[in-house]
């Protein structure tokens, strides 16, 4: 297997982070797999609606970190995954 790098790219809100990864991307469309962080909130399915909006979603507790570096891992190891999808909309 090739050699796999994985590059986080950090910053604030409207920094540039997207936008940035999705040029990377652009530029090289076969060789990167892009994961965003906002995939793995964690469901709060079961949490009335009223209560899931005063939750702190900017809180390291608001994310499933486990299951991302699970699949960061899986992606390493050349495996497939299928990635969560966060629903803002429904917070």
Do not use: W
């Amino acid at each position: 297997m090739n050699n796999v790098f994985v590059i986080g790219i950090a910053g604030g809100s409207g920094s540039g982070k997207s936008t940035f990864a999705k040029r990377l991307k652009d530029r090289f469309p076969d060789d990167i797999a892009l994961v965003s962080c906002d995939n793995y909130y964690l469901a709060r399915t079961g949490m009335p609606f009223e209560e899931r909006k005063r939750q702190n979603y900017d809180s390291p507790e608001a994310f499933e970190f486990d299951l991302m570096i699970s699949q960061i891992m899986d992606l390493k190891n050349g495996k497939s995954v299928l990635c969560p999808v966060y629903d803002f909309s429904l917070h």
